[in-house]
């Protein structure tokens, strides 16, 4: 791989912002990656902040898996209860607003069991 703004220079590593090649001269080692030198610096940094948060909110919904179906599971029995049995009639809004949370709960609960299954 030749370096982006060098052709005849051979290229050390990629961007981790823009993912060209580039030359010892153009490379600015970040500690974590390396950016094209002077220009993509702030944006690779900001591209590693994004990806350890997004570690941190993994591993987060990985430690409490069930909040997301619990909480979901409550307040969808509370408004179908409220709509159901809450008044002499029926409330559409209460009741449409209860299975949605519960449907949600139902898919929050797929959607941990597939994040347990992953390594």
């Known amino acids: 791989m ?7 220079e051979s290229a050390v590593g990629v961007c981790k912002a823009c993912s060209k ?9 970040l500690g974590h990656g ?3 030198k002077n220009k993509h ?3 690779a940094e900001d591209l590693e902040f994004m990806t350890i948060k997004n570690i941190k909110a ?3 919904v990985k430690k409490f898996p069930l909040s ?7 307040m ?17 809004l209460s009741t449409t607003l209860g299975a949605g949370f519960l449907v ?16």
């Open 104 to 119: 949600f709960a139902l898919l929050a609960l797929i959607q941990s069991q597939a994040v347990w299954r992953e390594k």
């Open 58 to 60: 993994f591993r987060a």
């Open 41 to 43: 610096e702030p944006r």
């Open 68 to 74: 997301g179906v619990l909480f979901n599971g409550v």
């Open 21 to 29: 090649g580039l030359c010892p001269d153009c490379t600015a080692d």
């Open 34 to 36: 390396i950016a094209c």
């Open 2 to 8: 030749k370096c982006f703004y060098h052709p005849n």
């Open 76 to 92: 969808g029995l509370i408004f179908l209860g409220f709509g159901l049995f809450g008044r002499a009639e029926i409330s559409w």
